[in-house]
């Protein structure tokens, strides 16, 4: 255990807790407006303050991590669910032109950041949460079938599988038998930076109105509504920011502590 | 080495490097028309893509235009107008033609040419993505290559504290803390707006120092993390053992053997972060009302005005493209071995 | 007064012992070996001397070179003895040299960093040892990059490196371990010629003792960080006086019996088998080209038979043997095993792969770390049907442990609880299992020490007399090859060019290739007649 691996683990979980626990509680209800209330710094009555609706700051952060938390999972279930099989057959027929089709298919996505690609789909289906799911987990399927493949080219070169080869085991049952529980590692800690990279991102396009659409509570949009109002209700900001960061860090904290924890020679893909 | 001058230095070299420098030419022109070849390649499907999704978008962009209650031969004239009358094919050939020559076609809300819009945006943008990509990366070398130097100690930790802070702060949260202190409390810089590049450079360049700064700040973190990490991997390998056997320092090792292997995975990043940096000025904009690439999208999203959209798109990817094929090419001048190989 | 002189040298690294009370001595023009097995400690002394210790190591006693006790010298006048009085050259020439800077620049740092000559003589020293260490500059540019070159080409830049400022001291860690036996002899030539021109000290560190008989003046056995035994090269040979020297030398020089061949009929027939490589092209819109790994090898091997099979790197025995074991296709030709082909139809044939198992060279990278022994060894019952389950199972599991030298309780541990030899021994195990009616040996004791190389030898003979192996055996190490196969191929550029009897072709090789790896091969001294 290491320190890293604690800290991150301790804040990762505090997060989702909050979002667990805003299904059955929250201090009040996030969307109840009460106006001769609003704009109240952090006190007693509303620790986080109130926003310019006088709805309670602590409790939309607590919904909004549900916001974020969702899109960012399903983000990476989408990575992983097609990058890590495209990554494993490219690696099991290297050289072929299948391989050649996935990795140019790859380095095309790779070609459409996020952001242009919630754009695209805004333009023709409209805004909403699930846009952001689409374009942070399309963007994130190159990410894993890059590394997935990366790894998996270098363990198809190891001795053992040659082994299993002569064994008579076919590549699709090598590549779950032997490559996927040795890339595995990779993967969960690639999966827990692209989680983090998934909430940065969901903040964002909320925050351009990409994302989650009110009355969906979402940190973005939080941040956004307070833009005209920093400069007399600065907490508006830095509270959603504050949560952001504290996510983000955690995941990262931890990201970095599995790896030193399951591997330490593992390499990890950061961009 | 440093008492002889640049001049005679290369005179000397030159003796024994030209015929051997003449075939490296050679190599790095091979290299580059091939990776020439696969850009165009990538951007041919890129366009193709991007033109099918949006030609599902469903409506008729001429009635939604002229409203419900337009006249059939009014929309047709309209259809007609903006080259809507014609098959997918050949409006696609049509799209991309015209931009081959500079021709985006006609902004559905605004009836002015695409090009022009996008060309008054662009001079906001792109400046902001190189200001941005600079300063990241003015911030980042040192402080990688000094982390990586001081591994473990003091220096390394805080490097690595701070860089640790930056990747998990949103750039826009950073731009909003940026105006709240320098322009709303110490009032140094504008809360947004562009001077524009008529009054002067130096004038252009202050209205975009906040957003660059912002949108540099994560950015810098991650670069330098990977200055690091790349260089503390050159560190520990066997060439870096021969250099310390010849005699060079750790410090002298490192800089002449280590920096420049090392560049070599960060110029990956650098690559990357471009696009992220284009991208995230688009978000960063909206912070400073900067009328900018993203001002332009968003606006078209509303107004539905799905050329302008299609345009920028394809202009963005366009930039992301060209730059890792630029990267491409660096990676070739780095590193030799690159440039034999297919 | 000598050139260099470690006295009572211990060196421990976070707390780990790993030299205890070393002391040697060089004198001027005198080659100094180190030998030993792996964790004798060898490669720390020489790395002492340079004073470029990992992190953590601590160390006590005195490294005197020319009188002044490297230990108490600072970090900057190390610096300006490294690569100016002392050089050093390093095992493994494809990772010694920085990738991105031509030889020129490379050779030129090291007389330019000591400021011992401007540029433009420096580069013309460099030309000089360049063409000193064999490569002259009108074949070798100084603008070559290190890719362009070979092993063998890139070790003599190494040492070019090393001897441009003319260094009274030469450290060698191993400088010949990743090279073929040509090359191999063709340094080792280089190193005593330098000696000899420069009046330098040489402090070789081997592992091969044939090599260290041959090069050294004197001998250094060293053995979990203590040095055993020293001495006058001569003299040791003669007069060896610790057991663990005397072990050493006979592992190095293992001879096995093995016994009769029985049942000779043809088993695995390889017919003109040809095998391609496509290289990138030359131009862009050329056809692109293609290189011939193997080119038109015909052999059989009878049950019962052990052949073995030699060549340097590159000669295509690593295809061959990939082709054989049904790997990867051939281009032209056939390999079949009992008539049956080991292709059918681009697809490797099931029921050939059930009568043909393998060992590798690699201890480590054989395994899956994730799975235990007894799952590791039962892999190839995937080719039976059925396939053993239960307590039948667990039987053959336990005899084939057993066979190997190891315990069945064995078969319930994890991959990293065992050492390089043992996993070697359950490599064989897993070949085994299945009964096949060939082994392929692909340089499966290349990697071991000597004293573990001789025991997993003494284990193959038993093998052959309990379960009649026929085994197809690959190595560059000629002496292996020699005691443990009954027949032998030697391959060149893709060809078979002489096989035969092994006691036959080493004993008077007809192609003029055999003649030259034979040659190069340092022999150990006969030593027979001293020990005893």
Request: hydrophobic share 50%.
């Amino acid at each position: 255990m290491n320190r890293n691996l604690i800290l991150g683990a301790t804040l990762s979980s505090l997060v989702v807790l909050a979002a667990l626990v805003s299904f059955v509680w929250t201090p009040y209800e996030h969307a109840a407006l009460n106006i001769p209330a609003k704009l109240q710094p952090p006190n007693a009555q509303h620790w986080f303050g109130t926003d310019h609706f006088g709805r309670d700051m602590f409790s939309m952060i607590m919904v909004g991590a549900r916001t974020s938390i969702a899109v960012a999972l399903v983000a990476v279930g989408i990575g992983v669910g097609f990058g890590v099989p495209l990554g494993l057959t490219a690696a099991a027929r290297r050289g072929s032109w299948l391989d050649e089709v996935i990795m140019r298919g790859n380095d095309l996505v790779f070609a459409f950041p996020s952001l242009v690609i919630a754009i695209l789909i805004t333009a023709v289906f409209g805004a909403g949460a699930i846009n952001a799911i689409i374009a942070i987990g399309i963007f994130n399927i190159p990410v894993f079938a890059r590394i997935t493949r990366g790894a998996a080219l270098s363990l198809w070169e190891r001795e053992f599988i040659l082994a299993a080869r002569v064994s008579g085991k076919g590549a699709a049952r090598i590549s779950l038998e032997h490559i996927l529980p040795n890339v595995a590692n990779l993967l969960i800690v690639q999966g827990t930076i692209q989680f983090s990279l998934g909430i940065l991102a969901e903040a964002g396009l909320s925050y351009v109105g990409l994302g989650a659409q009110p009355p969906t509570p979402s940190w973005g949009r939080m941040l956004a509504d307070a833009q005209t109002m920093v400069s007399f209700a600065p907490h508006l900001a830095l509270i959603p920011g504050f949560a952001i960061i504290v996510t983000v860090l955690g995941l990262n904290l931890l990201g970095d502590g599995l790896r030193d924890w399951l591997d330490p020679r593992i390499r990890v893909a950061r961009a | 080495m440093s008492q002889v001058s640049p001049v005679s230095l290369l005179a000397e070299r030159s003796c024994w490097t030209r015929s051997a420098s003449a075939r490296n030419v050679a190599l790095m022109l091979r290299y580059a028309l091939k990776r020439l070849i696969s850009l165009m390649i990538s951007l041919a499907v890129a366009s193709v893509v991007i033109f099918a999704v949006i030609e599902v978008a469903p409506g008729d962009p001429a009635s939604f235009m002229l409203g419900v209650n337009a006249q059939e031969d009014t929309l047709a004239a309209l259809r007609a107008e903006l080259g809507l009358d014609v098959s997918k094919v050949q409006r696609y050939f049509n799209w991309v033609g015209g931009m081959l020559v500079g021709e985006f076609g006609t902004s559905y809300t605004y009836r002015t040419p695409v090009a022009q819009m996008i060309a008054d945006r662009l001079w906001v943008s792109l400046p902001l993505a190189l200001y941005a990509l600079a300063l990241s990366t003015l911030i980042a070398f040192p402080a990688g290559i000094y982390a990586a130097a001081r591994r473990g100690k003091a220096g390394d930790l805080t490097v690595m504290g701070a860089t640790q802070l930056g990747i998990a702060v949103p750039n826009f949260w950073v731009a909003m803390m940026l105006v709240l202190i320098f322009a709303i409390n110490l009032r140094w810089f504008n809360a947004g707006g562009f001077a524009g590049w008529d009054n002067g450079f130096w004038t252009g360049l202050h209205s975009l120092t906040l957003p660059a700064i912002a949108l540099a700040l994560p950015q810098a973190a991650i670069l330098a993390r990977v200055m690091r990490s790349s260089l503390l991997d050159i560190l520990g390998e066997d060439f870096m053992r021969t250099a310390r056997a010849k005699g060079l320092s750790r410090r002298q090792a490192l800089w002449r053997h280590g920096v420049r292997n090392a560049l070599i995975p960060v110029l990956t990043i650098i690559g990357l972060q471009f696009s992220f940096l284009l991208a995230g000025s688009i978000i960063i904009e909206q912070v400073f009302y900067l009328p900018g690439l993203g001002r332009l999208v968003f606006q078209a999203i509303s107004a539905r005005d799905l050329i302008v959209v299609e345009s920028v798109v394809m202009l963005l990817v366009f930039a992301v493209i060209t730059v890792n094929f630029l990267v491409d090419l660096a990676y070739a001048a780095v590193d030799p071995r690159l440039r034999g190989r297919t | 007064m000598s050139l260099l002189q470690i006295e009572d040298l211990s060196l421990s690294i976070h707390g780990t012992d790993i030299l205890k009370r070393v002391s040697l001595t060089i004198d001027p023009g005198q080659i100094v070996a180190v030998t030993g097995e792996s964790g004798s400690g060898k490669s720390m002394t020489a790395l002492a001397v340079m004073q470029l210790l990992p992190i953590g190591a601590s160390i006590d006693g005195a490294i005197r070179f020319k009188g002044q006790d490297l230990l108490t010298l600072s970090e900057a006048a190390l610096c300006a003895l490294r690569g100016a009085a002392v050089g050093m050259v390093f095992q493994e020439p494809m990772t010694a040299l920085n990738p991105v800077k031509t030889i020129g620049d490379q050779v030129t740092e090291t007389i330019l960093i000591h400021k011992a000559m401007p540029r433009l003589q420096a580069t013309e020293r460099a030309q000089e040892v360049l063409t000193r260490v064999g490569l002259p500059p009108d074949r070798f540019p100084l603008s070559r990059y290190p890719h362009e070159l070979s092993g063998g080409q890139r070790q003599r830049v190494v040492i070019a490196m090393a001897i441009a400022l003319r260094p009274k001291l030469l450290i060698a860690d191993e400088p010949t371990t990743a090279l073929d036996v040509t090359t191999q002899a063709q340094i080792l030539d280089l190193l005593k010629g330098l000696v000899q021109e420069y009046d330098m000290g040489l402090l070789m560190i081997t592992h091969d003792l044939a090599v260290v008989a041959d090069m050294a003046d004197q001998i250094v056995v060293m053995r979990q960080g203590e040095v055993v035994e020293s001495g006058a090269t001569t003299h040791l040979l003669k007069h060896m006086k610790h057991p663990y020297t005397r072990m050493l030398f006979e592992a190095s020089d293992h001879q096995v019996i093995l016994p009769d061949p029985v049942d000779p009929r043809p088993l695995l027939q390889v017919t003109q088998v040809v095998r391609d490589y496509r290289l990138p092209r030359k131009r862009l819109f050329d056809a692109p080209g293609h290189h011939r790994a193997v080119d038109g090898v015909s052999f059989t091997l009878n049950r019962g038979e052990r052949l073995g099979l030699v060549g340097e790197s590159g000669c295509g025995k690593s295809t061959l043997t990939r082709a054989i074991l049904g790997l990867e296709d051939v281009k032209e030709g056939e390999i079949q095993l009992n008539g049956q082909p080991v292709f059918t139809g681009h697809k490797p044939n099931l029921a050939v792969r059930r009568k043909m198992q393998v060992v590798f060279q690699d201890p480590y990278g054989s395994f899956n770390p994730r799975h235990r022994v007894s799952r590791l060894i039962t892999e190839p019952f995937h080719l039976l049907k059925p396939q053993p389950i239960g307590s039948e199972k667990q039987d053959r599991i336990a005899e084939m442990l057993t066979a190997v030298g190891l315990s069945p309780d064995d078969a319930g541990k994890y991959i990293h609880e065992f050492s390089g030899g043992q996993r070697q021994r359950i490599a064989i195990a897993r070949a085994l299992i299945i009964r096949p009616e060939l082994i392929v040996f692909d340089e499966a004791v290349s990697a071991l020490d000597v004293s573990v190389r001789a025991q997993i030898l003494d284990l193959l003979v038993e093998l052959c007399a309990a379960y009649d192996l026929t085994y197809l055996f690959i190595s560059h190490d000629l002496s292996v090859v020699r005691t443990i196969t009954d027949r032998v191929l030697v391959m060149q550029a893709g060809q078979i060019v002489e096989q035969g009897e092994t006691e036959q072709v080493f004993a008077s090789p007809q192609h003029a290739y055999t003649r030259t790896l034979i040659d190069a091969a340092p022999t150990l001294p006969d030593i027979g007649q001293y020990v005893a």
